[in-house]
């Protein structure tokens, strides 16, 4: 891990060798950005391929975020340049509440989102049209997240991560009768999705303090939906290792495990190969934004 900065550690650089800087415009660019990182990567439109991607760890305070992001920029070889042909970027930050269609009210929306999540006033509010279930994701970002990537990138299009993560995870496993559970580890929560065939059944976060902690949650949610642990898939995303605790831990109450692979449809240069499939699936989820 290279330290790059006082708010910021790199984290990967990795760039295949065609990558030509200096002309943007035919690349779509995918960010993500939440508490405690930030990643980018770049594809090639026309033939649907991953070929760089950047990642750091953000260790700034909130005050100092805006110049963590700024840090970050300075010393990227991808986002120092701005007229990319597209430009997509989720937000991470878990401020978000889906609402069904039929109970979406706009003039009401904010106030949805403050009754399960703390929203500070100066917070961008912003709505995400879920397509494969007839719902809204509700949101909340930091200004200084949204003034950043808009001054930048003018033209970039703004979600939640959860809407990607939700909207591919319906698409791949659009055709399965059976239950499929994607945890989404972070450094101090989980995100778990549950799907069955076009249907979510459940998508929650949950904060954790220790191995055991999350496998709790997982087993909650098993024992709320109804789901065997004995048969249901569970298949974990983000940065965890086959020896990380709470993977072992879980091993022991879950029969069927194993890690994500990388989101479908794209291709990825052999750069790649360097990280598990399972990392920055928030990042590379991000793609079917851009269908």
């Known amino acids: 891990m290279l330290e790059t900065g006082n708010k910021i550690q790199n984290i990967h650089t990795l760039i295949d060798e065609s990558y030509q800087s200096d002309r943007p415009e035919v690349y779509d660019l995918f960010i993500y950005a939440c508490e405690n990182e930030l990643s980018c990567a770049v594809a090639i439109r026309n033939s649907k391929q991953f070929i760089a991607m950047e990642s750091w760890k953000i260790i700034a305070s909130n005050l100092d975020y805006e110049d963590a992001l ?56 912003m709505t995400d049209e879920l397509r494969q279930v007839e719902a809204k994701n509700v949101y909340s970002l930091p200004t200084s997240l949204y003034s950043s990537i808009t001054h930048w990138f003018p033209n970039a299009e703004i979600h939640h991560s959860s809407t990607s993560l939700i909207e591919y995870l319906l698409s791949v496993n659009r055709n399965s009768k059976e239950e499929k559970m994607t945890i989404n580890t972070h450094n101090q929560f989980i995100e778990i999705v549950v799907t069955r065939g076009k249907e979510i059944l459940l998508y929650n976060s949950y904060d954790f303090e220790s191995p055991e902690e999350m496998v709790y949650y997982i087993l909650f949610v098993c024992e709320q939906l109804h789901l065997n642990p004995e048969i249901v898939d569970v298949s974990f995303c983000g940065e965890i290792e086959a020896s990380d605790a709470a993977y072992v831990l879980t091993n022991k109450y879950i029969r069927n495990t194993q890690f994500a692979e990388r989101p479908e449809h794209y291709a990825y240069s052999s750069v790649f190969n360097s990280i598990p499939t399972h990392y920055h699936f928030n990042l590379f989820s991000q793609l079917v934004c851009a269908s």
């Open 70 to 125: 700024l840090e970050a920029r300075t010393q990227s070889v991808i986002l120092k340049t701005s007229n990319f042909r597209r430009v997509i970027c989720c937000s991470g930050f878990r401020n978000s509440t889906l609402i069904p269609n039929p109970l979406y009210d706009p003039s009401s929306s904010e106030d949805q989102l403050k009754f399960s999540h703390k929203v500070n006033f100066d917070d961008e509010i």
